[in-house]
């Protein structure tokens, strides 16, 4: 859904600096399943160009909350996270129809497409995030688990609530793997702010750095391995051999990257594969289409991941 420009530009001008503000096109940013990000070009107003983030009603990450993701977003300015300045949010549905939030628009290309992108700062940034002190920033508001095992079968349960109305909850694979992960759930582990989706296409980069990280829509407290084990996931759908998880790039990487030692990571490389399991699923759901990756692939590897943990 993109907003009209004359449903929008009334709404903005009430920001600060933007009083005299005059909308001249608003256009969906390329890709993705999240909450809806255009870029609206502006005159006479503070900046040139705004983010504006609109709430998604349907989709793979269901459901969505898009102001719980600008306070989010919010809470992390002035940390050593960068992220783009929060102008304004909007709970009610009045002016777009849905829930939406304003920033400012960071001009730089994400990891994918940037030339000077660099996996050492990528790396670096991921780290960051999940060694920043959480109480301090506020962020309890999201919710804290009892323990990292607890947040663990939450991420279980949160994707799990998802299937019935993906029309997968009777898929044999699935539910296997649903009662092994909520079995083999590891008890190590600890409590840290963790993004929920650190792919790269949600880094921004210039000059070699990472200057905005972006789609804060399913950050939480939880256990870090579990974003890290979405790298590795996504890295064997891409190709990328299935072998000892420990011995993967960006475990490697993310390990001298942060000095942590990071144990039990072929759970949560279980966990993520059965996740894309269930984004597979809904996908065809919404699209009636298969997404970039193939549904014999994936039960390939969640088949091996989940024959490591029972």
Partial sequence: MVPESDAFEPWLRGLDGFQDARVRGIAAADGGASNITCRVEVSGGALPAV???????????????????????????????PVPRVL???PARDALGAPFIVMEWVEAPHMGMARDASFAAFTTAV????????????????GVPSAARDAALREVEAVAARMPAFGCDNEPLLGEALATLQKAAPGDGELSFCQGDINVFNYLFRGGEVVAVVDWEQARIGDLRSDVGQLVALSHLKGAPFGPVEQMPFVQA???????????????????????????????????????????RLTELLEASLAEIR
Avoid: C, K
């Fill in 51 to 81: 983010a504006l983030r609109v709430q998604r009603e349907r989709g793979i990450f269901e459901p969505y909350d898009v102001i719980r993701e600008g306070e989010v977003i919010r809470r992390l300015a002035g940390s050593s996270i």
């Fill in 88 to 90: 304004g949010s909007e």
């Fill in 127 to 142: 780290a960051t995030i999940h060694g920043s002190d959480w109480r301090m920033l506020g962020l309890d508001f999201l």
């Fill in 254 to 296: 993310y390990e001298a990257a942060s000095g942590r030692t990071l144990t039990n990571m072929a759970y949560f490389r279980a966990f993520w594969l059965f996740q894309l399991g269930v984004i597979h699923r809904g996908w065809m759901a919404f699209n009636e289409s298969e997404p970039w990756y193939s549904w014999g």
